[in-house]
């Protein structure tokens, strides 16, 4: 699966953003996310969509304030990002695995990334 981020950019503080990542084929069989990457930082989990879209996780750093959502039709996954902090920027990608690890919050768990797109939130 070859994932395709658009979206991201520079906004101030208590602006919105929305990501879109498309897949190169359905993802009816995957569970898809985000993971992003502050500069001098690791690369932390951000949100999930289970296969089925059933199920979502989020960080607790994003919780109440970024969204998750995924059409398998299109083989795409969406995330909105409301009320944005500077600490929200990073490089962000998207994320896919077939099925579900329990360990979906590490990254190591995600067989495929997309290219990583730069959001930055200016106080």
């Known amino acids: 699966v070859q994932l395709q981020a658009s979206g991201g950019g520079a906004v101030q503080a208590g602006e919105s953003l929305r990501f879109s990542c498309r897949a190169s084929?359905?993802?009816?069989?995957?569970?898809m996310g985000w993971f992003r990457q502050a500069l001098g930082k690791e690369r932390e989990f951000v949100a999930a969509?289970?296969?089925?879209?059933?199920?979502?996780w989020y960080a607790d750093s994003v919780k109440g304030r970024f969204t998750i959502s995924r059409d398998n039709a299109a083989g795409t996954v969406n995330l909105q990002m409301n009320s944005l902090k500077p600490e929200d920027t990073a490089v962000y990608y998207c994320?896919?695995?077939?099925?579900?690890?329990?360990?979906?919050?590490?990254?190591?768990?995600?067989?495929?990334w997309g290219q990583g797109t730069q959001v930055t939130v200016s106080s």
């Open positions: 994320v896919a695995q077939l099925g579900l690890s329990t360990s979906y919050m590490v990254d190591s768990a995600w067989g495929y």
């Open positions: 084929r359905r993802t009816s069989g995957y569970s």
């Open positions: 969509v289970r296969v089925g879209g059933s199920s979502t």
